[in-house]
């Protein structure tokens, strides 16, 4: 099992809708979570970071965390084209020396 | 701040010659990381250093890849000899106190 899993998609979404993205990972005791954004051709970007189980809002995006379940999501509300891009879940563990792992990246395909 | 800078942007070489890549990051970041990223095995950090020591470096695939960080504002990743399979895009990346990662543009490195 991979330590950090995501579906890699596409995730089709009309433009205003919802994206919903999923992330599982391995339990490794302290942890905390982000998601970075990646255009095609270009580097990963910091969207958000979460901590703490529950949800985090940073405007149009959403993070929610279940540690019990081992689940990390995003939600992107009102989704544009400019939101097309790969996400990409990322988990520190403490206990692996602060090491950043990512999962697979799920791409995101809004259509107008 | 003009981030991370990475060079070449590009680089196409031939199987068995050597490789290499350049970053500079972010004046004041103590921590620097390098990853690779792959369509079959995503983004993995190979190496990173603290304060230019290297921390570690159990991501580095084979004894081919060496990376060094002579001083804060420079470090190199060497691949030789080069092979087919180090084809991917090299990403170095700084943070302050293992806080949020800022990435450089990339390398695309393709190896013939």
């Known amino acids: ?112 | 701040d003009a981030g991370v800078i990475q060079s070449p942007r590009h680089e196409v070489t031939e199987m068995g010659q050597e490789v290499t890549l350049r970053c500079k990051p972010i004046s004041g970041h103590d921590y620097l990381f390098w990853y690779r990223q792959t369509m079959m095995r995503g983004l993995e950090l190979l190496i990173y250093f603290n304060n230019n020591v290297p921390i570690d470096d159990s991501g580095m695939p084979e004894d081919r890849f060496s990376a060094k960080m002579p001083n804060a504002s420079f470090s190199t990743l060497k691949i030789q000899p080069s092979e087919p399979r180090d084809s991917a895009v090299y990403f170095c990346a700084s943070s302050f106190r293992q806080g949020r990662r800022y990435f450089g543009p990339g390398t695309r490195l393709l190896v013939l």
């Open chain 1, 1 to 112: 099992q991979k330590e950090v899993e995501q579906n890699s998609g596409p995730l089709s979404v009309p433009e205003g809708a919802i994206a919903s993205l999923n992330c599982t990972y391995s339990d490794r005791g302290s942890q905390s979570f982000f998601w970075y954004r990646q255009y095609s051709g270009k580097s990963p970007e910091l969207i958000m970071s979460i901590y703490s189980n529950g949800d985090k809002e940073d405007g149009r995006f959403t993070a929610q965390l279940n540690k019990a379940s081992q689940y990390v999501s995003l939600l992107i509300r009102d989704s544009q084209p400019s939101d097309s891009a790969t996400y990409l879940c990322a988990v520190n563990w403490e206990a692996a020396g602060n090491k950043l792992t990512f999962g697979g990246g799920t791409r995101v395909l809004v259509k107008p």
